[in-house]
């Protein structure tokens, strides 16, 4: 039995990676900036996007994976 690829990706990780790349942040830092600013906008779409974006890169539940 083989393992299939993950399809968690959507436009906010790559978007995300690449202002990580140029500026030097985290990915994760970048990812709870954005997701705070659009909590704050109240657009809930936005936020349930990069929210699942998050949880793809790992940096959702990490206390629960014993990652810190």
Do not use: F, P, Q
């Amino acid at each position: 039995m083989t393992k299939s690829r993950e399809h968690g990706a959507n436009e906010y990780t790559a978007a995300a990676r690449r202002e990580a790349a140029a500026t030097g942040r985290g990915v994760c830092d970048i990812l709870a900036e954005w997701r705070e600013a659009a909590r704050r906008a109240g657009d809930a779409e936005t936020v349930r996007k990069l929210t699942a974006a998050e949880k793809y890169l790992g940096c959702r539940n990490r206390r629960k994976r014993g990652v810190r």
